[in-house]
């Protein structure tokens, strides 16, 4: 599902400076804004800009812009449309790519879910991503959040668990999360075993989730597309509400789904991010098969 990255090539610093950047472009896209403009505007030179940027997306920020546009948004929703094979019922992503993992999801039974996790010990930790800060929090059955974070406060981190895992056991372990984090975004292609979603939702929701896993690398699809590939056509609103409630940022790619026009819709970590993830999986998925 996911193309590997270097560790070395991010930090809190360098995510802020490209999402920066990235916004900027974005939002300035028709004027299309010249190296030194978008270098100006993150306060850095011309040269430290380019390669910051190049180091961390694989290609220049003006390539990178292309990714951006609604016309290229359009045409990865029109490709996506005729690879999308949902296996709900197996709850396995399929990838096709060296470096891609495999995401298993397996759901909280009723009455676990009732139970507000009594009973379950859950690990948590907070890391450094391409993407920002990020919570990960993991449990013997399997990782049950990953969660971007504007701010690295560990009791304001804690106390979102709390508010999902009312009645676990949760206790910071810094060392296990981070073997976690590393698998996620710097996977070795030997490592094929299936990286384990221990997630908690309706029925619904679990559906939508499960289905988002089936949408490829790169790819693009719609509310209203994922909600007719779950033979749900008139359950749009009601995906995009599922959405909202990811428990598991990245892996569950929910960062996949944009409104029919093009436009980037809604995402529960911020707009700015979803722009950041959507390019740079545009940007890798080029020319790989």
Not at 84 to 90: H, Q, V
Request: charged residues 20%; neutral net charge.
């Amino acid at each position: 599902m996911n193309a590997s990255i270097e560790t070395n090539t991010y930090d809190g610093e360098t995510y802020e400076r490209i999402s920066k950047a990235i916004a900027f472009m974005r939002q300035n896209h028709l004027h299309q804004p010249d190296l030194a403009t978008v270098a100006q505007h993150v306060h850095l030179s011309d040269y430290h800009f380019q390669r910051l940027f190049t180091k961390w997306a694989g290609i220049s920020p003006k390539r990178f812009l292309q990714y951006l546009t609604v016309e290229y948004a359009k045409s990865r929703i029109a490709e996506t449309s005729s690879l999308l094979n949902l296996t709900m019922d197996a709850g396995l992503s399929s990838p096709g790519r060296l470096h891609d993992l495999f995401v298993k999801l397996e759901a909280m039974s009723p009455g676990e879910f009732k139970a507000g996790g009594r009973g379950l010990q859950i690990w948590y930790g907070i890391h450094s991503t391409p993407f920002g800060e990020c919570l990960i929090a993991t449990t013997h059955r399997g990782i049950c959040n990953l969660l971007f974070l504007d701010t690295a406060s560990n009791d304001a981190a804690e106390a979102i668990l709390r508010a999902e895992w009312v009645n676990a056991d949760i206790v910071q372990n810094q060392q296990a999360t981070h073997e976690v984090c590393d698998r996620i975004f710097n996977p070795i292609a030997a490592n094929r075993e299936p990286l384990v979603l221990f997630v908690k939702g309706t029925n619904f929701q679990i559906q939508v989730w499960r289905a988002l896993l089936s949408v490829p690398f790169g790819g693009l699809t719609t509310y209203q597309g994922l909600a007719k590939a779950m033979d749900r056509p008139t359950a749009a609103r009601a995906v995009g509400n599922a959405l909202g409630r990811n428990p598991v940022g990245y892996l569950i790619p929910c960062h996949r789904v944009i409104r029919e026009s093009g436009e980037l819709g809604g995402f529960r970590w911020g707009l700015e991010r979803k722009t950041v993830l959507m390019g740079w999986e545009a940007s890798h998925n080029q020319g790989v098969s």
